[in-house]
Nanobody
Framework: QVQLVESGGGLVQAGGSLRLSCAASRSIDSPNVMGWHRQAPGKERELVATITSGGGTNYADSVKGRFTISRDNAKNTVYLQMNSLKPEDTAVYLC???????????WGQGTQVTVSS
């Protein structure tokens, strides 16, 4: 089993930056994918960004050009660098991971990101 723990959330003014981290308790068999989702109150969970074990990335249109996802396989950690933050980015950000061809998703407990106007 894999446990995911997020960190780095907080309160930031619009235009500011935050860097989220997600540490996995153990490595995940390759190929795999890790990523970030977010959920705001009263809204459905949405995909933010993903990164595969091979380094391929995908982003939601709403964050392209502002967010960058990366990973450090030696540390079993994925990062989300968030720049030019907007109030609409306010949400609980959740880390997830799975084997690329697997069917079970691992989820972190989430970290709150609040962007003030």
């Amino acid at each position: 089993q894999v446990q995911l723990v997020e960190s780095g959330g907080g309160l930031v003014q619009a235009g500011g930056s935050l860097r989220l981290s997600c540490a996995a308790s153990r490595s995940i068999d390759s190929p795999n994918v890790m990523g970030w989702h977010r959920q705001a109150p009263g809204k459905e969970r949405e995909l933010v960004a993903t990164i595969t074990s091979g380094g391929g990335t995908n982003y939601a249109d709403s964050v392209k050009g502002r967010f960058t996802i990366s990973r450090d396989n030696a540390k079993n950690t994925v990062y989300l660098q968030m720049n030019s933050l907007k109030p609409e980015d306010t949400a609980v950000y959740l880390c997830h991971a799975r084997r690329f061809f697997g069917t079970f998703d691992y989820w972190g407990q989430g970290t709150q990101v609040t962007v003030s106007s």
